[in-house]
Nanobody, 121 residues
Framework: VQLQASGGGLVQAGSSLRLSCAAS????????LGWFRQAAGEQRELVAF???????IYADSVKGRFTISRDNVKNTVYLQMNSLKPEDTAVYYC????????????????WGQGTQVTVSS
């Protein structure tokens, strides 16, 4: 699948943003979908992923603040980010793979182009 991410921006701490990642291609519902982020000078890290059975998994740093969801009709995965903190500032990437372990370790077959999220204090 090909992925196109959108929805980033510059917001103040405590604000919310919703990222979207639209996919083109077949068998979208069979893919595990994830969001990663990479802050300047840091390694890319997993934020959340959602399985084909709609089971969400979150990094500890975003639990209770971020929600990942998917719409298999619109072929889109979302990341709702609430109570944003300056440490959430990063480029956010969506990823897709049909094999959960590969996606989970950042080796997904498909990646979106990244969208910048900047949270000011």
């Amino acid at each position: 699948v090909q992925l196109q991410a959108s929805g980033g921006g510059l917001v103040q701490a405590g604000s919310s943003l919703r990222l979207s990642c639209a996919a083109s291609g077949r068998a979208f519902s069979s893919y595990v979908l994830g969001w990663f982020r990479q802050a300047a000078g840091e390694q890319r890290e997993l934020v959340a992923f959602i399985t084909g059975n709609f089971e969400p998994i979150y990094a500890d740093s975003v639990k209770g603040r971020f929600t990942i969801s998917r719409d298999n009709v619109k072929n889109t995965v979302y990341l709702q980010m609430n109570s944003l903190k300056p440490e959430d500032t990063a480029v956010y990437y969506c990823s897709a793979d049909q094999y959960t372990p590969d996606l989970r370790r950042g080796a997904g077959n498909s990646w979106g182009q990244g969208t910048q999220v900047t949270v000011s204090s």
